[in-house]
């Protein structure tokens, strides 16, 4: 079963939609640290903060410290987010080393909760749909052939409860035909989910519903937060049903913190933690170029500034050690039981000296003495299989 | 895209997965309001604890105390683990209440992991293998015409590395023709995982892999661990690839909790947390009959009898509202940032009494007041959808 996956654009967005939640007395230079160390992870996109009132949003006052003070690394592409006008203009001083971020498509966009904008925007749905004509008008103008349709708080609301994929079916098809009508064509398709209410099941259906109605789509970009813990179901579900001729944008946080004060959960809310989905990612062969090793660095640098344990589990198992990778476990190690035992696998073994340890004898295997040759732990053919071979000692019944 | 799901037998592991990895000290009251707190909840199966040595399982050693003092719940099926035949012996004492769980099929079953089996079972991989003529000779003289096949450990080891799903179902292919020598069909296999190796696109990749090689086989069983955060997309990749002729037996735990000690990972090795899990599988039409809301107040229990916070989302955040559930949130609350105004969920709004109310008028929207008049946020045909609707005031722009 080769499985032929789409090609994933990964935006790191702990700087923003994880500090926006913690506390705004968090300072300028952990800060800064944090996103130097991420710089260093191989991340290729990150979001270094927001451009908006500090009124509302304290924890992004210094934003224009943070831009000056951290250093951008090469191939890195640095974006912020800004909500208007006076924010890009903001953003735009800093530029370079930050790219004003522009959707690769003019859209049409609006939230499915009419409740949700007017909390976290201000603007009705109603508002936001009036925009519309005046998107479609510039891209006339622009020349612009390929335009994307999109959706914010896609499958549910906190306020209004589920919007069944039927409704989001509905609004594309009305975005669809209103660029049909300019005579623009639609690649891209962007779903959110500012309040947690993605299910796996939603989100393939709501991809495969799209690419059967609009097979010209290839883009899709998905922006799911995880409050009831199915961001990473539903990532995995859209790569599922996405092929290698599609493109998927993923947004997610390390740690998996984030959220918004205007949806109701807070700092309940979070995002996939970025370690988890990209180590999930590599396991299935989507090359990420990212080092998990130093993802972890930057999650433990994480938590110790905000003060407490995030949600991602690769920061606090480790990743799934390979022969290849050199990590796996002394096969002798004694028991494992606390959080602070299991960092072994960054801290070493001193982590678990001392621990019980259960055995009269050493343990021994000798499927452990090939993955130390460089043999596979098992041959490839069923005549290999471990049960006819030489080197397998026969049990002493 | 209507989706045909599998029916899906859940089982409760906290008592057992989760308890065993804790403090040894945890009070017999403690546990036995926690399993009568999880018998009220509709859990149809909860694994109370386990029949185990007292010397490599402190955590255990007042089982007898647990199994006399709490209370049966009609209806549910209560199980211990017990690991050989003293286990069973102990176990069947306090059967009713318990039930002597036996698998519905005898099955050939080993660790693909030798040193896995060495350290938790202390048998070989080899020894596991020989004690299959004997099962087949029972199975045989028992008249039995149906069996099962089975793998734990089954797609990787922290000690030995990743495992192939090549490696898998050759050990598949050797249980089976063993079982097909003995003139009995296979119905059923078996995947565990118990050092987190599990991920999405392998877990489907074996189903598949399984099911077309033999479709006979309708029965899967899945005890997958949670140390690098697959296990609830890996089950929702096993339903997803199930049809409604099969059945799925899953475990998972309260709050995601669980491990061993011999893995190397302890506490940081969890299982998928269970409301998370029944609560996307409700969303997906898949009945559970469990309270989501008792099971939250289970979590809140098991996090205050352990003493910290537990892994699950939808205990933090609490569940997708719905307006049938009448739980829809109040459109003008202020600010919720932290977790402990995020309980508001259940605690009530005095949680969040106090927060920021950045809103000059009060939020009022038009699809708030439909859907609390009963009807859906949104109409059901195109022409239905709000641009054309009578009820929706049009913005002034």
């Known amino acids: 079963m080769p499985n032929e996956w789409p090609t994933v654009h990964y935006k790191e967005e702990g700087m923003r939609e994880g500090m926006q939640i913690e506390d705004a007395n968090i300072g300028v230079d952990d800060k800064v640290e944090l996103l130097d160390m991420l710089s260093e992870t191989g ?37 912020a987010l800004a909500l208007n006008a006076r924010g890009v203009e903001r953003a735009r001083a800093y530029s370079p080393p930050l790219t004003i971020e522009r959707d690769a498509y003019p859209r049409l966009s609006c939230h499915l909760c009419d409740v949700f904008a007017r909390r976290n925007t201000n603007r009705s749905q109603m508002q936001e749909m ?106 995995y579900a859209a790569m599922r049903v996405l092929g290698p001729e599609d493109t998927l944008e993923l947004d997610g946080t390390i740690g998996g913190f984030g959220g918004c004060p205007y949806c109701g959960n807070g700092r309940a809310t979070g995002m996939a933690p970025t370690e988890d989905l990209l180590h999930m990612m590599e396991d299935m062969g989507i090359p990420t170029g990212v080092d998990i090793d130093k993802l972890v660095d930057c999650v433990w640098a994480a938590e110790r500034i905000i003060g407490r344990e995030l949600y991602g589990h690769v920061s606090k198992a480790g990743p799934r050690p390979r022969a290849s990778a050199g990590n796996l476990y002394d096969i002798n190690m004694p028991f494992v039981e606390t959080l602070e035992q299991a960092t072994h696998f960054k801290k070493g073994e001193q982590m678990y000296e001392g621990g019980l340890y259960p055995y009269r004898e050493p343990v021994t295997s000798p499927y452990r003495d090939r993955v130390d040759q460089g043999l596979p732990a098992f041959g490839t053919g069923a005549d290999e299989f471990p049960w006819n071979q030489d080197w397998l000692p026969k049990a002493e019944s």
């Open 43 to 79: 991340l290729q996109s990150i979001v270094v903060g927001s451009f908006v009132s500090p009124r509302w949003t304290p924890q992004m006052e210094r934003i224009d410290e943070i831009v000056t003070k951290f250093t951008p690394k090469a191939g890195v592409t640095y974006t």
């Open 130 to 235: 009036e925009r519309w004509p005046e998107i479609i008008a510039q891209a006339q103008e622009m020349g612009i052939t390929e335009a994307g349709i999109g959706c914010n708080a896609s499958w549910g609301s906190n306020f209004l409860g589920e919007f069944p994929v039927d409704s989001l079916m509905t609004l594309f098809e009305y975005q669809y035909g209103l660029w049909e009508e300019a005579g623009i064509g639609v690649r891209s398709c962007s779903m959110g989910d500012p309040m947690s209410h993605c299910t796996p099941a939603k989100v393939e259906e709501s991809i495969v519903r799209v690419k059967e109605r609009w097979p010209e789509i290839n883009h899709f970009r998905l922006h799911l937060h995880n409050g009831r813990n199915m961001a990473i179901a539903s990532a």
